[in-house]
T-cell receptor, first 113, second 118 residues
Framework: QKEVEQNSGPLSVPEGAIASLNCTYS??????FFWYRQYSGKSPELIMFIYSNGDKEDGRFTAQLNKASQYVSLLIRDSQPSDSATYLC?????????????FGQGTTLQVKP | GAVVSQHPSWVICKSGTSVKIECRSLDFQATTMFWYRQFPKQSLMLMAT?????????EQGVEKDKFLINHASLTLSTLTVTSAHPEDSSFYIC??????????????FGPGTRLTVL
């Protein structure tokens, strides 16, 4: 079992819709989680991170964390074609304090005009 | 703030040669830098964790003698791919964690280096 799992997609949504990206993790000791966006041929860019149960909102993005279910999600409201990219979920490992992130395989999002 | 650069952005080399990739934190000090490799349509795979002034910690399956990492200062880490072969062709990305980072451990990524070994 992979430590961080995502559905590779592609997830296709129409422009203006809400895109929901999901991620599960196996390490119950993981403390914080990160969502990165990666355009083809580019390196990842941080969208937001979350460490407490519940929701965290930043503009059109809302991250949700449910530690009991070991589940993290990212909602993108009013999706735009420019949001089309691969979204990577990452969790910070619980062992030691290396700051090492464990990445999921990423979900490809396609926003259709 | 939190800008990380990599040089070169792309490199083509012949099989058997060595290639050095630099990773710099431009506006902050990075006690820890991470090196990742990404093959097409795959996720990032952590190769090693580099701490300033100490030896790098390599992930299982990564040959430390082939991928030499040096983190000589708080703003610079280098990855040298020695005796590169076509199977080493990949997208190499570094990230840096600020010395004053919160416990949430944000990592800031460089733009990546595309290595092609002929």
């Amino acid at each position: 079992q992979k430590e961080v799992e995502q559905n590779s997609g592609p997830l296709s949504v129409p422009e203006g819709a809400i895109a929901s990206l999901n991620c599960t993790y196996s390490d119950r000791g993981s403390q914080s989680f990160f969502w990165y966006r990666q355009y083809s041929g580019k390196s990842p860019e941080l969208i937001m991170f979350i460490y407490s149960n519940g929701d965290k909102e930043d503009g059109r993005f809302t991250a949700q964390l449910n530690k009991a279910s070991q589940y993290v999600s990212l909602l993108i409201r009013d999706s735009q074609p420019s949001d089309s990219a691969t979204y990577l979920c990452a969790g910070r490992g619980s062992s030691g304090n290396t700051g090492k992130l464990i990445f999921g395989q990423g979900t490809t999002l396609q926003v259709k005009p | 703030g939190a800008v990380v650069s990599q040089h070169p952005s792309w490199v083509i080399c012949k099989s058997g040669t060595s290639v050095k990739i630099e990773c710099r934190s431009l506006d902050f000090q990075a006690t820890t830098m991470f090196w990742y490799r990404q093959f097409p349509k795959q996720s990032l795979m952590l190769m090693a964790t580099s701490n300033e002034g100490s030896k790098a910690t390599y992930e299982q399956g990564v040959e430390k003698d082939k991928f030499l990492i040096n983190h000589a200062s708080l703003t610079l880490s280098t990855l040298t791919v020695t005796s590169a072969h076509p199977e080493d062709s990949s997208f190499y990305i570094c990230s840096a964690r600020a010395a004053s980072s919160s416990s949430y451990n944000e990592q800031f990524f460089g733009p990546g280096t595309r290595l092609t070994v002929l």
